[in-house]
């Protein structure tokens, strides 16, 4: 990223489509998870919790359906959600966000996708994926915890709308300035959720202050 023109956090606050957390919660955990003392074990608990929080906020526009139900008392109309909810996984760093997510909705698909950025040219190459052949979803979340470049979340949307998903948003914890434009530069028609807006990417692509590497993190493999 050295001599590339990054946006400031101040550029990019105003996007539409664009949700940043302000749970207090949220901001307790993010600082955990961005500690370097956290262990892995925590930091994977962590992911998922900050998945679980980032579900409920990512969900509270979803289309319901009336649905009847007999409570022991007498028969009434409750709702279910309209739709099958679909999460992809962006493979690694995205499984302990995915797994907080399912802590809020346990009947969710989950459809995994492998992207790997090459740490050189910052270009994310598709490496597996596990989209089902029928897709009736009422909305699809592509999960990552970090935002950087943008390239690898630009991919995946891609990927999903080729499938024939009307409805995405993503959803991820930290993102730079930088990447967050580009995404929603590349797909204006998705709502992105993340945990928080850091200040910049590094020479190498990191977002500083970041957290370092999530998937690393998540599974230990330094
Ligand atoms: C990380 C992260 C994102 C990507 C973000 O994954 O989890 O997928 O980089 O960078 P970008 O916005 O510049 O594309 P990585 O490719 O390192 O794979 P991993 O999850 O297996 O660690
Ligand atoms: N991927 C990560 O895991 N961390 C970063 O800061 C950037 C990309």
Redesign the pocket.
Known sequence: MQGVPQPTREEVLKLPRVHISTHPVMAHKMTALRNKHTSSAEFYQLVKEVGALLAYEATAHLALEPWEIDTPLERTTGYRLAGGIGITP?????LGLAEGFREVIPDAQVWHLG???D?RT?Q?MEYYNQLPHKVDLQICYAV??????????IDAVNILKRKGIKRISYVGIIAAPY?LLKLSQAHPDIDIYIAVLDEKLNDY?YIVPGLG????RQFGTF
């Open positions: 962006i493979l690694r760093a995205g992207l790997k950025r740490e910052l994310a990552d915890p970090m935002l950087a470049t943008g390239g690898s979340a990447g692509g590497d999530a998937g690393d």
